[in-house]
């Protein structure tokens, strides 16, 4: 069975930064890419950010390029995202989620629980 | 970047009936290459993360009830619950997985009348 347990999550005040990392079991990881979606609060989902299963190509949304970063250990079937100058906006349940290819980001077959991060003063 | 938008935000339907979601992409997500849309479709119930019903436009995720179909082709697609059960209260979502950054429509919200 496919887990992915989401953990870093908090709050954190506008400009600060915050690292999410997502442990994943049950499945061959660097054999998945993987994506970080986020929904805010009464919204819709968005994407956010995706990697390929060997890490050496990383995508990102408008909303967070050049703020964000996306990573994975495979040693550790762990993804991460690096959230740096983080804005109100930001404010969202952060999904760690399985892409159903390794070498292309292509449809999502495996969501996690979700990690809350609030930005706020 | 590819705008995804789905018709209508909510809809109301009554138990067995079928409900119909649309959702429409700003450009072609159809590759002649290989014959494909790229396409999902995912539902997502109060309080649970999303789950994938649908992909390729039109092909079922495993252990998907076969009352969800999925069809479209180019920018117009659709998801059609052929007879409404009371579990399928849910907001559905449709994404474009051609370019990155792929993109989700707004939602659909579906309820019982």
């Known amino acids: 069975e496919v887990q992915l347990l989401e953990s870093g999550g908090g709050l954190v005040q506008p400009g600060g930064s915050l690292r999410l990392s997502c442990a994943a079991s049950?499945?061959?990881?660097?054999?998945?890419?993987m994506n970080w979606v986020r929904q805010a609060p009464g919204k819709g989902l968005e994407w956010v950010s995706g990697i390929t299963g060997s890490g050496d190509s990383t995508y990102y949304g408008d909303s967070v390029k050049g703020r964000f970063t996306i990573s994975r250990d495979n040693s550790k079937s762990t993804l991460y995202l690096q959230m740096n100058s983080l804005r109100a906006e930001d404010t969202a349940v952060y999904y760690c989620a399985k892409d159903h290819r390794m070498a292309k980001i292509s449809w999502i077959d495996n969501w996690g629980q979700g990690s809350l991060v609030t930005v706020s003063s | 970047d590819i705008v995804m938008t789905q018709s209508p935000d909510s809809l109301a339907v009554s138990l067995g009936e079928r409900a119909t979601i649309n959702c429409k992409s700003s450009q072609s997500i159809f590759y002649s290459s290989n014959n494909k849309n790229y396409l999902a479709w995912y539902q997502q119930k109060p309080g649970q993360s999303p789950k994938l019903l649908i992909y390729w436009a039109s092909t079922r995720e495993s252990g998907v009830p076969d009352r969800f179909s999925g069809s479209g082709s180019g920018t117009d697609f659709t998801l059609t619950i052929s007879s409404l059960q009371a579990e399928d209260v849910a907001v559905y979502y449709c994404?474009?997985?051609?370019?990155?950054?792929?993109?989700f429509g707004q939602g659909t919200k579906l309820e019982i009348k």
């Open positions: 049950g499945f061959t990881f660097d054999m998945s890419a």
């Open positions: 994404q474009q997985y051609s370019v990155t950054p792929c993109s």
